[in-house]
Nanobody
Framework: QLHVVESGGGLVQPGGSLRLSCAVS????????IGWFRQAPGKEREGVAC????????NYADSVWGRFTISTNNAKNTFYLEMNSLKPEDTAVYYC?????????????????????WGQGTQVTVSS
């Protein structure tokens, strides 16, 4: 059974950094795709970053471009979201999600409706 567990959230001052981690188990990484999403109070869930098929660059929301970086370890069972230059508007619950299994080529992957496994979420608060 596939499991998704996020960690690393917390309180940080504006301009600071945080790194979120997502541990995924019970899956074959060759047939799944990973995305990070966030949801602020009163707002819809937003795609933040995701890793598409090989040979395609990660997708990022315009609001985080140049500040956030998505990556994975060599085993492709732990995924990270490095967040720099954090702003108060980045405050939200951050979710890691898994799409799959699929054999199709995925080039765009920020649509939440495509993901069928979700973690419990981790709170990120940016405030002075």
């Amino acid at each position: 059974q596939l499991h998704v567990v996020e960690s690393g959230g917390g309180l940080v001052q504006p301009g600071g950094s945080l790194r979120l981690s997502c541990a995924v188990s019970g899956f074959n990484p060759d047939y799944y795709f990973i995305g990070w999403f966030r949801q602020a109070p009163g707002k819809e869930r937003e795609g933040v970053a995701c890793i598409p098929s090989n040979d395609y660059s990660p997708n990022y929301a315009d609001s985080v471009w140049g500040r956030f970086t998505i990556s994975t370890n060599n085993a492709k069972n732990t995924f990270y979201l490095e967040m720099n230059s954090l702003k108060p508007e980045d405050t939200a619950v951050y979710y890691c999600a898994v799409m799959g299994p699929t054999i199709r080529v995925v080039t765009m992957c920020l649509g939440a409706h495509e993901y069928n496994y979700w973690g419990q979420g981790t709170q990120v608060t940016v405030s002075s």
